[in-house]
């Protein structure tokens, strides 16, 4: 199984924002920014079964411009456990229900991702990582997800992704 964890884009910021914050959408450059990092995993010929998000409005957009410029027919599943206050314990649990071939994206928030990156690669979920907004990380498992059991193949700034996309 391949899991991709993917940090929501460039939002508007929360001081300048008047309402939910649940509601903060994507600004107009981090949706062109994080439409350029997804287009970097066509180039890593990244092909996902799903993409799963934080039910954030800022996850939701993201996931939605990565399951447009992948291609995916899919809808995105939205789930409180990428929340950013959820225990990374129970994504985990939700990962081991998948096929084993399955290629999952999923979009959340800090310091979440971080937290489950850590699970997934050392059993603990604090090991100090962390991923910009649009940056992503490929974490591989040769059998059912499970703490420490994890390999990274990749960790890419979003910078990087959107060079790929360029390449």
Sequence with gaps: MECILFRHGIADAPKDWRGDDALRPLT?????KTRN???GLVHLEMSPTQVWSSPLTRAVQTAELIRQTLLMPEDIRVLDELRSDAPP??????LREMPP?????????EPHLGSLASLMLFGKSNGGLSLKKAGACLIRFDERPRAGRGSLVWWLMPSQLRSLAKA
């Excluded at 107009?28 to 062109?32: A, F, N, R, S, V």
Aim: glycine share 8%.
């Design 89 to 94: 314990e129970l994504l985990l649990a939700l």
């Design 37 to 39: 990092a997804a287009a």
């Design 28 to 32: 107009p450059d981090g949706k062109k």
């Design 101 to 109: 071939d399955a290629c999952l994206i999923c979009v959340g928030h």
